[in-house]
């Protein structure tokens, strides 16, 4: 049974920092890309970040890029999205999903998501 579980969201100041989980099970980590995405009250669903399966590149959205880092640890079955200099129009519920071999940050290329995490930016 493939799951994903989110975790690390929270309230934090703007310019402040989080770092969030996504607990892989059901499935080889490593042989899927694993794709980070958000949504707001009121918008659709975008895509943040993403790690390919093949060699571990990461693609980010340009609203995020050079803020937010996404790794993997296949030994712990987990992926990461470090957060850092936080904004409030990063506020969000925080998805990550099971994609396919190589890196997407399109919506339509994942099958499995997980339950999502709140993230808040606000002083």
């Known amino acids: 049974q493939v799951q994903l579980v989110e975790s690390g969201g929270g309230l934090v100041q703007p310019g402040g920092s989080l770092r969030l989980s996504c607990a892989a099970s059901?499935?080889?980590?490593?042989?899927?890309?694993i794709g980070w995405f958000r949504q707001a009250p009121g918008k659709e669903r975008e895509g943040v970040s993403c790690i390919s399966s093949s060699d571990g590149t990461t693609y980010y959205s340009d609203s995020v890029k050079g803020r937010f880092t996404t790794s993997r640890d296949n030994a712990k079955n987990t992926v990461y999205l470090q957060m850092s200099s936080l904004k409030p129009e990063d506020t969000a519920v925080y998805y990550c999903a099971r994609g396919g071999f190589f890196g997407s940050l399109s919506v339509t290329d994942y099958d499995y998501w997980g339950q999502g995490t709140q993230v808040t930016v606000s002083s």
């Open positions: 059901g499935f080889t980590l490593d042989d899927y890309a």
